[in-house]
């Protein structure tokens, strides 16, 4: 008998002694009078055990059964399943198996069968979290997670994340390499689907912004950062109208990190139950699988319902920014040089102050080149340079030979007198 269980006896037996009204022990038992009818009868008739509950330490109606158990822990012990939660596990089990269990009852399932293993909880700093942005679209976090995604099974991948701040709804894709060709493939796929947003929120990666190289042997005032050239991605962002913004910490792009967190345990196992061993295989399954459950169950609501998304407009030429730009000097002749090629300019597109200026050269995602002179675009088609011919020196007249001696002559000069020795007689004739 529990503690409660007393209390409630004492109530019963004042009522019973009739030291107080039914109506004030109900209030006191918070139940109703009819309830302390009932149990003050079943007092008399079983004594102070009437205020146990009957089915105390009985099993429950609604206990898995152990043909269910055994299945369960069938299943989870095997390889493909060895680090999964019970959170996660409960969800395999009825998606794959057709067996429904709650995430408490798998828990206490798996730690007595030893698959699972309570941690402790770690006691941590507060940090105090810096409040959402109000609207889908103000600020989105952008980041690149280097980790091992098929476990061995296949090439090494990299995910790229986009993830909006306001909703937590996310833009992912997995590539072969994290460059600024994959990163603006993306950020045109992210740009084709929603728009542009006010701005992206990323590390100090080179691919976002240029280092400066100093030396530490120079003073401080001249070791201050002077304005350098955006790069490639950041002259992309400037022409499409979007804001970049740089953060100083881990920590204060926590909500992409966190998202890389829960990708790297969920999504790698549910590409290993799904058998991914190519790129093409696991952007299917971030596609069709991972994402919308993603944007199903852990987006919010904006605080604000106003999208920051902007539309496309005809000044945006997104081909145009989001390509390998430099710059290069027309010559004489209405050629130019890029990557070892000569390109010439079309007859159509000379234009007055070509000659000798510097032009705008596009080296765009799908393989093309386009040329710019202030606001006019060029064509310009690649020259196929004829190999030089070689030309052969002519050989050097050989002298001519000698006539063959005959023995006689050959051994005209040597005295026979003082005779030879035997090896230079036998090199003779």
Known sequence: MTQSDRDRLVVLKKAQKKLIKQSQAAKELDISPRQVRRLLRR???????????????????????EETRQKIVQVL???????????????????QHKVRIGREALRQIMMAAGLWRARRQKIEDIHEWRPRRSCRGELVQWDTSDHDWLEGRGPRLYLIHMIDDATSELTARFVTSDSTVENMR????YIEKHGR???????????????????????RVERDPKELPPTQIGRGLRELGIGWIAAHSPQAKGRVERSFQTAQDRLVKGMRIAGVRTLEEANRYLSEEFLP???????????????????????????????????????????????????QIARGSIVAGLRGSNVRVEWRLDGTIAVRFRDRNLEASECIVQPKAIVKAPAAPRSPKAPKRSAAERLGNINLRKGLPVWIAGQIG
Do not use: M
């Open 43 to 65: 007092v008399r008739e079983q004594g102070d055990a009437a205020v146990v509950h009957a089915l105390r330490g009985r099993p429950s109606n609604r206990r898995v059964s």
């Open 77 to 95: 012990s095997q390889e493909k399943y060895r680090d999964f939660g019970p959170t996660l596990a409960a969800e395999y089990l009825y998606k």
């Open 186 to 189: 993306l950020l045109w796929f």
């Open 197 to 219: 947003p006010l701005s992206f929120y990323t590390d100090k990666a080179s691919l976002f912004q240029t280092t400066p190289k100093t030396s530490k042997h120079l003073s």
């Open 293 to 343: 459950w993603w944007n199903q169950h852990l987006t919010v609501t904006a605080a604000n319902s106003t999208d920051a998304h902007r539309p496309l407009g005809a000044a945006h030429n997104v081909a145009s920014a989001l390509s390998h730009v430099e710059t290069r000097q027309v010559a004489s002749d209405y050629t130019l040089r890029y990557d070892g090629k000569i390109y």
